[in-house]
């Protein structure tokens, strides 16, 4: 399987991402490492980016997951249906999407308390507005941010498990 931990800026993929990988024994990959750098530099000086400046970082994170053999989880904002679906047609199979979602005000704090990361607070209202949460007839799962990683991740497993039936 393939799995693309989605959400805004601050909800946690990197962390959760991580977590998860651990605990699934599946390898992870940062979507932020696969942005072009002018992306990185609009963002660094608090520029929202435009869909013209996200397809080819999303048609590289469906290319990513294509090109690993076995199953694979990658973070990614995944904000729009249609960023999710230029995803899974770059990735050629299923992709599950994790949606991490939680209060503005939860995620505005985390933000602020990062360090090194090149995404400032100050776009969270634009991730905001653009965030589409993924639909019913969407491959996804929607997990609260609302507590400590360790949470997140046994309830993303147990969501998970559930949709195996």
Known sequence: ????????????KSSVGEALSAA??????????LHPAENIARMSAGI?????????WLRAVG?????????????CSALKRRYRDCIRQAAGEPVTFIHLDGPRGLIEARMQDRRGHFMPASL???QFAALE???ADEDAVTV??????EGIVADILISLAARKG
């Open 124 to 126: 969270l209202d634009s």
């Open 144 to 149: 609260s941010i609302d507590q400590p990683v």
């Open 48 to 56: 929202p980016l435009t869909d013209e400046d996200r397809w080819p």
């Open 24 to 33: 699934m024994d599946v390898p992870y990959a940062d979507g932020d490492d």
């Open 1 to 12: 399987m393939k799995y693309v931990i989605m959400g805004v800026s601050g909800s946690g």
């Open 133 to 135: 949460r993924p639909d």
């Open 63 to 75: 290319e990513a997951l294509r090109a690993h053999a076995g199953d694979m989880i990658i973070g």
